[in-house]
């Protein structure tokens, strides 16, 4: 951060600017509200290529055509991730377990190989094809391919009269050589650390899906130790993370399915249970994940439409229009609670009928919640039945509708290239901040409620620290400040989900402060009606007010600041302004020209409404040009004085790749961040 009394940028040294390419023995996945490599945001194009999990012990559609070939049509049309299923009986059992069915002679350089030499092949064309890969324990033995196991490790269920599992006793497998193997928590731990240890060294392995669709009797947070599969979840992630000493992929956890009614934090009026196997993420709101190394956290819950299971809500008067408060309430939340990236690891069917209808409401919900990374199931085909695939039955001839489909939920996908030890990253979107995030949500989740005719927005007003709140509303607005002063502040309260903890109601609301004024405001502080159980983005002081941190303290016109909380009740906090500050605002434009050292520069600084975006072009010795873009963001005060947050771009508009970029600043900032501070005064970036 630099003090806003100064000078941003003296000079820009002459220098080559660095692409997104890094060493392949660098790579690091990262998980913080969006999935990073190197702390650089990707996009995801995901999907299933499923079989090592079947008696064939590898991926399917190898009798027909080359791996090669489906990894090709796979890049082409944008996707850069596969979920690969597979069975813990082919890792226990490395140098036994062969491939069935591949024609070598489409696929010569398969040819002897065991099913694990197989999947080192897939690792390696994957990789060449700029293709990440998820590892996913999808059973424990081929032979449940019928019946997938219950919990994370091999049991017998006993049924109710409804045909659900109630109960669950430790018990074995009969493998393919007829060994009873016991598949307990301590052999899938093992197993995945063998698995783990192996692939770590690959740049392209992505992560671990350690256990797919855990459901029925398996709870979240509360029963005992053998049906709790978040105490589980936890335990199998860090035994990775202790025993796989130089693995930098991420860690996906799914969801559970059904729970008995009124089970911890579940809101039975709203879901009617229609939980998926592995998509229930509700009891997130009362128990988080926590590991050993949180950065490699995703939550990936799985979704599907009427050709699997004909839910109750598929057959309501309002279909597809209720789905949006279902998902939210299923697992739409988890990212705005948790601060950690959500990857949807299943979804999919056909693209008629009432499951067509399905998938474009889905498609639809992600975009405007803007959780667009997915794993899409599958590429096998499945003519006629429940999922269908992005292949026809053989295995060339796409299936019509799918690709669009994908492209209109992830557009511009990151494309990864690998060039020798380097791998470059290109295309996708610009990071999107948290504030720009929660907004979207906001938006669509009016939208969503306003569409199932189950709450009204309020008028706002502008009469200082009054309150507005419609009872039953999700949605609620509160006026700020009074206009004649030049504040002006919206308060704006949606509606995120609702649900019973211990037969208490709680509800959890996403909540923006928007300047709706012509001036600044600083020093916000806003009274609560009532002590909330948990907040995010702000600061609850002891006398239930709430302040945002000095970093995002200031809210420029037309700017809003987010947060969230959650509390007992059935509706929204009363909430009263405390405390504005408004500073004042300039409008100017302004043009000059520096010279630097080997070249010139020409900066062009614009302000308006208190946030300015500076841009130098630089020329560097007749044969680079190099454009800085610099663009204000959050305004404060605090002991030193007046202070503010610049974002910086560095563009390449040179026909040349650039290798190394040098420069100063005219004074030193107070917190820098993605580059390094020399000891003669220049920052560079670091070496990857």
């Avoid at 740049?203 to 350690?210: H, K, R, Y």
Wanted: charge should be negative; glycine fraction near 10%; charged fraction near 10%.
């Amino acid at each position: 951060m630099i003090n806003f009394k100064l000078l941003f940028l003296l000079a820009i040294l002459p220098a080559l600017c660095l692409g997104q390419c890094f060493p392949t023995s660098t790579i690091v996945y990262t998980s913080t509200d969006r999935i990073n490599v190197n702390g650089v945001k990707v996009d995801i194009k995901g999907v299933s290529w499923w079989g090592f999990e079947t008696q064939d012990y590898t991926v399917g559609g190898l009798g027909q055509v080359s791996m090669d070939s489906v990894l090709t049509y796979l890049a082409n049309n944008g996707f850069n991730l596969l979920r690969i299923p597979f069975q813990a009986d082919m890792i226990l059992n490395l140098n036994t377990r062969f491939p069935n069915g591949i024609n070598t002679g489409i696929n010569p350089d398969l040819q002897g190989l065991s099913s694990i030499q197989v999947m080192d092949a897939l690792f390696t064309k994957a990789a060449s094809h700029g293709i990440l890969i998820l590892l996913d324990l999808h059973w424990f033995d081929f032979s449940q391919s019928n019946i997938p196991p219950s919990l994370w490790y091999s049991s017998t269920c006993t049924y109710n009269s409804q045909g659900i599992c109630t109960s669950a006793t430790p018990s074995c497998v009969n493998n393919k050589d007829g060994h009873c193997v016991n598949y307990s928590e301590d052999v899938i731990k093992s197993m995945w650390a063998t698995l783990v240890n192996r692939y770590k060294s690959h740049w392209n392995l992505f992560g671990v899906d350690i256990q797919n669709e855990i459901h029925e009797p398996a709870l979240w947070g509360v029963g005992p130790s053998s049906t709790d599969y978040a105490a589980a979840a936890e335990r199998i992630s860090n035994y990775i993370i202790t025993n796989c000493a130089g693995f930098e992929g991420l860690i996906l956890i799914e969801g559970i399915g059904n729970t008995p009614s009124n089970t911890y934090c579940e809101n039975n009026s709203v879901t009617q249970q229609g939980f998926w196997w592995g998509g229930n993420m509700e009891p997130v709101r009362c128990r988080q994940i926590t590991i050993l190394n949180q950065a490699k956290l995703v939550y990936s819950p799985h979704q599907y439409g009427p050709s699997v299971y004909d839910q109750g809500y598929f057959e309501t008067s309002d279909f597809p229009n209720n789905m949006p408060l279902i998902w939210d309430t299923h697992f739409g939340f988890v990212r705005g609670l948790t601060g950690k990236a959500v990857l949807v690891g299943e979804w999919g069917g056909p693209l008629t009928g009432k499951t067509g209808t399905w998938s474009n409401a889905f498609v639809q919900y992600l975009v405007n919640r803007d959780m667009r990374d997915t794993i899409y199931w599958a590429v096998n085909p499945n003519p006629g039945g429940d999922t269908d695939g992005l292949f026809q039955s053989d295995w060339t001839t796409p299936t019509p509708g799918k690709t669009t489909l994908l492209a209109t939920l992830q557009p511009n996908p990151t494309k990864f290239t690998l060039s020798g030890s380097t791998v470059c990253l290109s295309g996708g979107s610009t990071s999107t901040s948290a504030a720009t995030t929660a907004t979207s949500a906001t938006t669509a989740t009016t939208a969503t409620t306003a569409t199932t005719a189950t709450t009204a927005t309020t008028a706002s007003t502008t009469t200082s620290g009054s309150t507005t709140t419609t009872s039953g509303s999700a949605t609620t607005t509160t006026g700020g400040t009074g206009s004649s002063s030049g504040c002006g502040l919206a308060i704006s309260q949606s509606l995120a989900g609702s649900w019973a903890n211990n037969n208490q109601p709680q509800v959890q609301y996403n909540v923006a402060f928007k300047n709706t004024g012509t001036t600044a405001i600083t020093s916000l502080k806003v009274g609560l009606g009532a002590a909330p159980n948990q907040v995010w983005s702000v600061t609850l002081n002891s006398d239930n007010s709430v302040t945002f941190p000095s970093w995002a303290n200031s809210i420029a016109p037309g700017q809003e600041l987010d947060w969230g909380y959650i509390a007992n009740g059935n509706g929204p906090l009363s909430m009263n302004v405390i405390q504005p500050s408004c500073s004042g605002s300039a409008t100017s434009s302004t043009s000059s020209t520096s010279s630097t050292t080997g070249g010139s520069a020409s900066t062009t600084t614009t302000t308006t409404g208190g946030s300015t975006t500076t841009t130098t072009s630089t020329t560097s010795g007749g044969s680079g040009h190099l454009t800085v873009t610099q663009t204000t963001g959050s305004q404060w005060n605090d002991n030193t004085g007046a202070n503010i947050q610049v974002n910086v771009v560095f563009s390449n508009n040179s026909p040349s790749t650039v290798t190394y970029l040098k420069f100063t600043l005219s004074q030193v900032p107070s917190q820098i961040w993605s580059v390094s501070a020399n000891s003669d005064g220049s920052y560079t970036w670091p070496s990857w």
